[in-house]
């Protein structure tokens, strides 16, 4: 099974819609906590839906079980915590939700998940990546 994963900080539309054309999508999966914030003009989430559908002709989840809570994400960006304690505590948040059972499979075959970080490295797409392979195994994750 593959996913991807992509943030849409630093690119343009073009760039952002044309890696996920090229990676052959079939659904983006939001796992942005905020997802109707201004940071980019077309990653709102009812603007995103409609390029998403209108251009590729693929589909948009928002997958609010996927995100960190307020307070995790307010103490790393806000309050400048160090990423090792925002990993531990956004693990810890998803083990304890169960992800692994209250996500389908189907959905996140062939997606791709969405958050704002430019790169991976410091992104909770990462992890939630990472940790369904451990739960799923067999999981081959792309960073677009």
Known sequence: MRVCTIGF?????????????????????????????QLSGFSKRDDLKYFLRSILGIDYVHAPLLAPTQ????????NKGEWKVYEDKFLR??????????IAKEMIEDACLLCSEDKPHFC???????????????????HL
Do not use: M
Not at 10 to 16: G, Q, T, Y
């Open 93 to 102: 948040l998803i083990q304890h939700r169960q992800i692994e059972k209250h």
């Open 71 to 78: 307070d995790i994400l307010d103490e790393f960006k806000k």
């Open 9 to 37: 900080t630093r690119k343009n539309a073009e760039d952002f819609f044309g890696r996920l054309q090229k990676a052959g999508v079939k659904r983006v999966v939001d796992v942005r906590l905020n997802n109707v914030s």
């Open 124 to 142: 909770h797409r990462r992890l939630v990546a990472e940790y369904l392979n451990e739960k799923w195994g067999h999981l081959t994750v792309e």
